[in-house]
């Protein structure tokens, strides 16, 4: 038998049955005993730790541990705030790509006449809703909405036959519907108050109404197809009502000049508000067999890139 010095702590090696076995020393026992006890006190002071963040009781299967909640969620902030800003960034991005659709269509209808601009919605009834989408995203900018002097100035009449050219969503109808005959035109029927038409073409008879409307919708290089169309369905002595943007009116004698030309007489001018002019107009006669478009006399209403 092989022997060691014991004041070392150093394990006896002895021979049997089983051969080799080693014999533990109270110096290894007291050792394992130390690490332990270290071990422990390092756990307890990570779970009184967990506790006092509000985590719940850590539970072990198979030798795995499970993770609370709280755990988990500690662990989350980073990966999730990734995500959380990309997210972000897509409904930016999702934005401009609208915004960019939206000044497209805008250009195209102010830049081509009444017609084209009726056949293109046709083919893509959906180019018709994204306008209107980022026509509304800007009305909400607006001061006023010229609409809506509309609507108060014929809640406090007697009943009109009124056609509302270019309505958009034919608010004017859902507003004062119920009071007047509102016939709604506008190049897709956005609902069932609308007739999709052209509006240099609408499906009323000669002399069968009261009042025309124009809310910021002598968008064609043509225009002015629009106003003796407007001309055409007044009776005599019937009522045109413009609201236009001012920045478009290059010459405001000249525009009020090519109107009267269609057989009308301006009544009003309203100037006060700096964005829009209102204008009414009262029908004299019918329209000369001959005339000019006189796309010159409105400028495109283009909106700038934000």
């Given at each position: ?32 005993a ?20 509000g ?39 999702k ?20 017609e ?36 108060e ?139 000019s ?14």
């Amino acid at each position: 038998m092989k022997q060691s010095n014991r004041g070392e702590g150093i394990a006896k090696v002895a021979k049997g049955p089983l051969g080799n076995r080693t014999r533990v020393t109270k110096a290894d026992t007291a050792q394992k005993a130390l690490k332990l006890k270290r071990l422990k006190a390092l756990l307890n002071s990570r779970d009184d730790a967990l506790q006092k963040q509000g985590s719940s009781k850590r539970a072990g299967v198979g030798g795995i541990t499970v993770e609370s909640s709280q755990q988990r969620e500690k662990l989350a902030p980073a990966s999730e705030s990734a995500s959380t800003q990309m997210s972000a960034l897509q409904r930016k991005m999702k934005q401009k790509l609208k915004g960019a659709r939206f000044r497209w269509i805008n250009e195209t209808m102010y830049t081509t006449t009444g017609e084209k601009s009726f056949e293109m919605v046709q083919k893509d009834p959906g180019i018709f809703e994204e306008y209107h989408q980022g026509f509304a995203a800007q009305v909400d900018k607006w001061p006023i909405n010229p609409l809506d002097v509309f609507i108060e100035g014929l809640r406090g009449r007697a009943h009109l036959v009124v056609a509302d050219m270019g309505c958009g969503e034919a608010r004017l109808a859902a507003a004062v519907g119920k009071q007047h005959t509102i016939h709604s035109f506008d190049l897709v029927a956005h609902n069932k108050r609308i007739t999709a038409c052209n509006i240099a073409n609408v499906p009323l008879c000669n002399d069968s109404v009261d009042l025309v409307v124009f809310c910021l919708a002598l968008m064609g290089t043509d225009f002015i197809v629009f106003v003796r169309e407007a001309n055409r369905i007044l009776r005599q002595n019937g009522e045109l009502k413009i609201a236009e943007v001012v920045s478009r009116i290059s010459d405001m004698s000249a525009f009020v000049e090519a109107l009267e030309e269609q057989g009308f007489e301006l009544i009003c001018k309203d100037t006060t508000n700096k964005m829009f002019v209102l204008l009414e107009l009262k029908k004299t006669g019918p329209c000369p067999t001959s005339f000019s478009t006189r796309p010159d006399l409105l400028k495109p209403c283009l909106y700038k890139r934000r």
